[in-house]
């Protein structure tokens, strides 16, 4: 079982910047495909950021190019999104999500994700 915790969410003033992390554990983190999606209040979750099991490969939502990084430390069984010019827009909460289908692609589809953390809420005030 897969278990995923997100952290480093918080308060932050537009412009500013914020480092979410996800913590795996219960099984080969390198082995899975993982993926950042939001979701603002009163809509619909949306993908933001996805990386390869080694992380040669990232996929970003046009949204967010040039804004997050997306990243992953397999040693420490730990994935990264860095959020940087945070605007009030990027208000919502943060999932991560791990694919541990052997399919190695980057999906931005919710329901290709098999197992999601709890979230953790980032609040962009202007």
């Known amino acids: 079982q897969v278990q995923l915790v997100e952290s480093g969410g918080g308060l932050v003033l537009a412009g500013g910047s914020l480092r979410l992390s996800c913590a795996a554990s219960g099984g080969s983190f390198s082995r899975y495909v993982m993926g950042w999606f939001r979701q603002a209040p009163g809509k619909e979750r949306q993908f933001v950021a996805g990386?390869?099991?080694?992380?040669?490969?990232?996929m970003y939502a046009d949204s967010v190019k040039g804004q997050f990084t997306i990243s992953r430390d397999n040693a420490k069984n730990t994935g990264y999104l860095q959020l940087n010019s945070l605007k009030p827009e990027d208000t919502g909460v943060y999932y991560c999500?791990?694919?541990?289908?052997?399919?190695?692609?980057?999906?931005?589809?919710?329901?290709?994700?098999?197992?999601w953390g709890q979230g953790t809420q980032v609040t962009v005030s202007s």
């Open positions: 999500a791990a694919r541990t289908t052997d399919v190695t692609a980057i999906t931005s589809r919710g329901e290709e994700y098999n197992y």
């Open positions: 990386i390869s099991r080694i992380g040669g490969r990232t």
